[in-house]
């Protein structure tokens, strides 16, 4: 599909977005594992929660679809079944490395695949922890998607993760979760702690010790009422684009404000955007509130290290938000972007050369002068959802009406992204 983005002179209003991601997933994943119906409300409506709920239903979970909520008949720790065919994780790097965590664990044989894209995403980092508890993996190319799993009793492990990794952590603590004792994952840099708090919400038992975290295995979930705060990175988009156009002054309601994920809040307050939290409150453990944003002049600045690892899904719009900036952007350190759903150094670089800006690339990262001028141009989204809709925010700042090729990616993790943003800008 292509969309044709017109630029925009304001993006104002007030707005509420779907569920987040990276919640849904666990939540999805947790209920189908638990003793009894648990009730998720505003569930994410991407394509890759729906790939995480159709695996559930497939390894034997009662799912039911409502609007706005999703309700799942769990089946215990112990409960799930063999799949009939291969499980299919569509473009969702969490689903395929969460729930192998998951299946490593069960009394049956699996496979799990997905896409072209997650195809090419490496699976060394979950198989290697899940080999040290016991479990038996096979990859293609030794490393590669569809995985087949050969369940059976794992153990409890200390495993020191050697890349940030979210969904590796989760992926040994849902292992864990099914061993007989305690296991441990250090983590070189805080990521986020969705897991870990998701798990506390079901009732298992879960320590956090600075960037320690153990889950005690064997423990029974229970079912449980809960609602997703909308997902902060899908804000990031209309963050930015209220950012980048004159006259804007946005409100996002409902949107999760975990400290692990708000590193973008203060990177955008550090540049000098004008962003305010105007109410906070607590769901299942996660922090929920509203943002207002309004158009600011914005500095640049350098992303690296840590910060680097806190707003990866972020680079992509806050790259068209540097490239606007009074002085830059320079990212290092994020050599991960490179094997996300696309190469998203090489797919920045490339929309911002048809666009008529400038970037220079680097191994790690990429630098990008300020106050560069947005040409109107038809950028792709080489089937990546995050670079479509980052590239749909750099259109309202073009000289004209641009095209976003491949647009229908966005539903990876936001189908209402166009409809939103049409609502937002004049
Ligand atoms: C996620 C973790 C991150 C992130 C992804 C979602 C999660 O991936 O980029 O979009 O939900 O745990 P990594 O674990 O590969 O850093």
Redesign the pocket.
């Known amino acids: 599909m292509r969309e044709t983005i017109t630029p925009a002179r304001s993006v104002s209003g007030a707005i509420q977005l779907p569920g987040d991601?990276?919640i849904s997933?666990r939540y999805g994943m947790l209920a189908a594992i638990a003793d009894g119906a648990s009730t998720i409300t505003n569930y994410s409506t991407g394509a890759d929660c729906q790939s995480t709920l159709c695996c559930m239903q497939a390894l034997g979970a009662d799912i039911e679809r409502g609007t706005g909520t999703v309700s799942i008949r769990g089946r215990g720790l112990d409960g799930l079944r063999g799949p009939a065919g291969m499980l299919d994780a569509g473009n969702s790097?969490?689903t395929i490395?969460?729930l192998s965590g998951i299946l490593a664990a069960q009394r049956f044989d699996s496979s799990i695949g997905g896409d072209e894209s997650l195809s090419r995403r490496p699976m060394e980092r979950i198989m290697k922890p899940l080999a040290a508890m016991g479990a038996s993996l096979e990859a293609r190319e030794g490393r590669l998607p569809p995985l087949t799993i050969h369940g059976r009793p794992l153990h409890p492990i200390e495993y020191t993760l050697p890349?940030?990794?979210?969904?590796?952590k989760?992926c040994v603590l849902f292992a864990g979760l099914h061993a007989d004792g305690k296991t441990t994952v250090h983590e070189p840099v805080r990521?986020?702690d969705?897991?870990e708090i998701a798990l506390r919400e079901f009732g298992a038992d879960v320590d956090v010790i600075q960037r320690s975290i153990s889950v005690t295995g064997r423990a029974r979930l229970e079912a449980r009422e809960l609602t997703v705060p909308g997902d902060l990175?899908s804000a990031a988009f209309f963050l930015v684009a209220a950012l980048i156009v004159s006259e804007s002054d946005l409100v996002i309601r409902g949107v999760g404000l975990n400290p692990t994920r708000t590193a973008l809040l203060d990177f955008l307050a550090g540049m000098g955007a004008q962003v305010k939290i105007l109410e906070v409150a607590q769901t299942g453990g996660e922090l929920i509130g509203d943002i207002q944003i309004r158009k600011s002049a914005v500095r640049g600045g350098t992303l690296e290290g840590d910060r680097t690892?806190a707003l990866?899904?972020e680079i992509p719009v806050l790259a068209v938000l540097g490239a606007a900036s009074e002085n830059g952007l320079v990212v290092r350190d994020a050599s991960?972007l490179r094997v996300?759903e696309t190469d998203r150094i090489q797919t920045i670089a490339d929309n911002f050369r048809s666009m008529g800006l400038e970037v220079e690339v680097k191994p790690d990262g990429f630098e990008l002068p300020g106050r560069q001028h947005f040409r109107a141009a038809e950028v792709q989204s080489f089937g990546d959802h995050r670079i479509a809709m980052a590239f749909s925010v750099a259109a309202l700042a073009a000289d004209g009406p641009c095209v976003v090729e491949g647009s229908e990616a966005a539903s990876v993790s936001f189908p209402e992204f166009f409809d939103t943003l049409r609502r937002v800008t004049q």
């Open positions: 991601k990276s997933h790097g969490s490395r969460m890349v940030a990794s979210a969904q590796v989760s990521t986020r969705h897991t990175s690892a990866i899904d991960e996300k």
